[in-house]
């Protein structure tokens, strides 16, 4: 799950739109915090997908991705199953 996820993140956003998804939701909000001006979208998809693993909140990010990238998420809905 966590290589299907890091794709459709990559797909879905930009480092400055990532920051943002999570700056708005209440429950990611404090990954922002581990992201440096610096930091490539890869390292940043990385620091937010461990953040979720550790606090068992996959539901809760394909959920809201689903929200704001409907298309990308069906995409990979067959692979996303049982997440």
Known sequence: PYAVL????A???GPPELQRFCQERREL???????SPTQGLDDRIDRLLDYCRTRLLWDFLLRELATVR???VQRYAAQLKGI
């Open 6 to 9: 890091r794709e459709l993140l």
């Open 29 to 35: 909000r404090p990954v922002v915090r581990q992201f």
């Open 70 to 72: 409907p298309q990308q």
């Open 11 to 13: 797909e879905s956003f």
